[in-house]
């Protein structure tokens, strides 16, 4: 379902990512260390709020509650999954907010396969669908340090 969107950069190819310009009116914040999925879900909440102030419109509340449950999902998956979380990028611009997660694992995120009843009962793997379904864009890029960042746009409108 998600895995068409999904993109991996070139590993220790410095040109594949090459930084973006911030655009008009971009807000950019990060949650301070240790990286736990209420600080970045703190930290989403704080950026969208100060845009929505900014640009004084309203927030949509149910796009807001998106945002905060995909930056709490990949922040949860690069914990359990990937080695721990070692950056995280909060950008609000234009009609969504960017959550980027790094950790530590140059492993892609897979959905799990649901083995009979019983495999749709047990507990996890139900994250990277749910980043999927909420987000509008999703890209995974190699890290020249080793692990992978994941940025899933949310749409905010």
Known sequence: ?????????????????PP???????????????YRPAQVREAVQRAVGERCRSTRTPCDAAALADALLVASELTTNAILH????TD???????PGVEVSVSDRSPELPVARVADG???????????????????????????????????ALVPLT
């Open 82 to 85: 990937g080695g721990g979380v």
């Open 117 to 151: 009843p019983r495999g749709r009962l047990a507990p996890g793997g139900r994250g990277w669908p749910i980043v999927c379904l909420l987000s509008r864009d999703i890209r995974v890029r190699d890290l020249p340090t080793g692990g992978k960042c994941i940025t």
């Open 1 to 17: 379902m998600c895995e068409e969107r999904i993109t991996s950069g070139d590993r220790g190819r410095p040109d594949v990512d």
């Open 20 to 34: 973006r310009r911030e655009p008009p009116g971009a807000v950019r914040t990060a949650p301070r260390r240790p």
């Open 88 to 94: 995280v990028r909060v950008d609000v611009a234009g």
